[in-house]
């Protein structure tokens, strides 16, 4: 079992960066792949990235291609969420989730273990 916990929220102006935190908990987190997803007000929860256990493999959403970056230090127990040139539409509330399986997911449903979140705000 692992418990997260999400930090680096907060209020931007667009074209702006920002980097999420995510620290785990216990010795197993480097047995766990984790993700990154977004939920809006109104809106269903989004995949926005995710990364194997090993940091080697890397998967985005689609609308943050190229201007978000996934990473983890598995020594720190902590996965990393770097934002750039962010948008109005960026704004949600942030989790990191973690999966015990080898696979990496973009789907809500083979997460096992969720953060409480964290808020970013992008204005115009």
């Known amino acids: 079992q692992v418990q997260l916990v999400e930090s680096g929220g907060g209020l931007m102006q667009a074209g702006g960066s920002l980097r999420l935190s995510c620290a785990g908990s216990?010795?197993?987190?480097?047995?766990?792949?984790m993700g990154w997803f977004r939920q809006a007000p109104g809106k269903e929860r989004e995949f926005v990235a995710a990364?194997?256990?090993?940091?080697?493999?890397?998967y985005y959403g689609d609308s943050v291609k190229g201007r978000f970056t996934i990473s983890r230090d598995n020594a720190k127990n902590t996965v990393y969420l770097q934002m750039s040139s962010l948008k109005p539409e960026d704004t949600a509330v942030y989790y990191c989730?973690?999966?015990?399986?080898?696979?990496?997911?973009?789907?809500?449903?083979?997460?096992?273990?969720w953060g409480q979140g964290t808020q970013v705000t992008v204005s115009s």
């Open positions: 216990g010795r197993t987190f480097s047995t766990y792949s």
């Open positions: 990364i194997s256990r090993s940091g080697g493999r890397t």
């Open positions: 989730a973690a999966d015990g399986s080898i696979m990496v997911y973009s789907t809500v449903r083979e997460y096992d273990y």
